[in-house]
């Protein structure tokens, strides 16, 4: 989006360079810096198991710095981006990304995803969460072709001029295929630590069997599908060529994804993170329908599908590599073309042992890893401030904190997790959060000052090393 995309120069934590926030008092921490976090009747929501875990892991942490911007960005979904209201018996919550009053399938998924070991020991959260996917469900029976959406239906769209079918009550309508899969896999694990099954409604069996129709429908088998976007820009990832279809694609059985995870137009539309991902989806939905025995069928359609995409990325997702071997593409076309890079976004080929796609043992993605962290690897920088992948979406020389989070995530080496808290540390521009990117050489040119998921997840980073390999923390980084 054009509204991301626009650097920020932050030369100190200013009042102003927090307007966004909804609060401009703080508070000083035990560790004597001051908390970024808003004032506790300013706060979205509160919970009693996440504050739990903040005061219990930040005693683990011997780095002052690192356990305060733990305690400010773990809770920031809650704190600063949810709604979460009761609405025909039901609960509902609205999650914001931040500084954008919109709320994307994937943002919000990945936004409450940390939280979801918490909630057999909080009901409020566990509402609340439950809450998220009942909003989910609603928003993609409005339009499962678009990635973003409004709580209130009569808000005008920044987008509404795109040449698509823009409908009130959606914010953008850019395809992407993960915004049909993060609901699955929030509902899903969500049903498995909680037991609960009140969300996997007549409603949830719809949204999958839409899902079901809108990733067939992307296979491009019976032609061009229903689907096509423009849009007058002078960003070039914003648009999408030959009408809006795309670049033409052979039907091999991989689903098109029109935009990236980053909302930036593919060049190849067979997206093969975000198929990966689809696999992994279809599997975990077609299990809550058979043991629910919710819909045999439809199940059967999810299992179908997923093996078709699933053989078809054995076939034609891996490329050779001059250097690297066997990896796993970024992008194909089905007629042998293909394209080399990863994005910082999620789904990326970095991130599919996160998603359960694939096994980090597996010797395609330990290849994989090796070549989209290094220079080969178009979107890799390395600067003064810090080494990491990036992408169209932020621009040259930028880098996402959200890949350097994830490197550490899906590493094996307890020095390469220590490498990365330490370049986290020190690039977060002493603002006490992440952002959505920075300049490889000078962190404080950064994008987005309030961007909920990568607050979230680098909480998500410090609460899996504390669990895997605490010594890190115990020390001074």
């Known amino acids: 989006m054009a509204s991301r995309r626009k650097f920020i120069q932050q030369s100190a934590v200013a009042a102003a360079g927090w ?21 506790l009747a300013e706060r979205k929501f509160s919970s009693e198991a996440v504050e739990a ?10 780095d002052p710095e690192l356990a305060w911007l733990f305690e400010n960005c773990f809770p920031n979904t809650l704190d600063t981006t949810v709604e979460l209201e009761i609405i025909n ?16 399938l994937r943002d919000s998924t990945a936004q409450v995803w940390p939280y979801l070991p918490l909630i057999k020991e909080d009901k ?8 998220v996917i009942n909003r989910q469900k609603h928003c993609i029976q409005l339009d499962p072709y678009a990635n973003a959406f409004y709580k209130d239906v009569t808000k005008e769209s920044e987008w509404k001029s795109d040449i698509t079918a823009m409908k009130p009550g959606i914010h953008e309508r850019k395809w992407e295929i993960d915004s049909l899969c993060y609901p699955i896999r929030l509902a899903y694990h969500y049903w498995k630590l909680s037991g609960d099954t009140s969300v996997l ?22 032609g061009d599908g229903p689907y096509t976007f423009q849009r007058t820009t002078s960003w070039a990832t914003d648009g999408v060529p030959l009408s809006g279809y795309g670049y033409p694609v052979k039907p091999v059985g991989l689903i098109c994804s029109t935009f990236r995870p980053s909302d930036d137009a593919t060049l190849f539309q067979f997206l093969i993170p975000s198929n990966f991902f689809a696999v992994i989806s279809l599997k975990q939905a077609a299990e809550i329908l058979n043991t629910l025995k919710l819909n045999a069928a439809l199940a059967a359609e999810c299992t179908a599908l997923a093996a078709e995409v699933e053989k078809a990325l054995q076939q034609y997702a891996v490329v050779s590599h001059a250097k690297f071997g066997k990896v796993y593409a970024f992008e194909v076309n089905g007629y042998g073309s293909f394209h080399l890079m990863d994005d910082a976004n999620v789904p990326s080929l970095l991130s599919l042992p996160y998603l359960g796609a694939v096994k980090s043992g597996d010797p395609v993605y ?7 962290l290094s220079t080969e690897n178009p979107f890799f920088f ?29 590493s094996n080496d307890p020095a390469e997790v220590k490498k990365c808290l330490q370049m986290l540390k020190a690039t977060h521009a002493d603002t006490g959060f992440m952002h959505e990117a920075f300049h490889k050489d000078d962190p404080t040119k950064f994008t987005r000052r309030w961007f909920a998921w990568a607050n979230t997840l680098f909480g998500e980073l410090v609460l899996h090393t504390h669990k895997k390999y605490p010594a890190i923390l115990a020390a001074k980084l």
Do not use: C
């Open 124 to 131: 409020k959260l566990q509402t609340l969460i439950a809450g």
């Open 53 to 62: 875990t903040i005061q219990r892991v930040k005693k683990q942490i011997a």
């Open 19 to 39: 307007a966004l926030l909804p609060s401009t008092s703080w508070a000083i921490g035990s560790n004597g810096f001051e908390s970024k976090r808003p004032p």
């Open 382 to 410: 390395k600067g003064k401030a810090a080494e990491g992948i990036g992408g169209p979406h932020g621009g040259n020389y930028t880098i996402w904190p959200m890949s350097i989070i994830m490197r550490g995530i899906t």
């Open 366 to 372: 330990a290849a994989t890893r090796r070549y989209i």
């Open 201 to 222: 409604d007549a409603e949830w069996v719809n949204i999958i069997r839409l899902t079901v129709k809108t990733f067939k429908e992307q296979q491009r088998k019976n």
């Open 89 to 104: 018996g039901k609960p509902d919550t609205y999650v914001i990304t931040g500084d954008i009053d919109a709320m994307w």
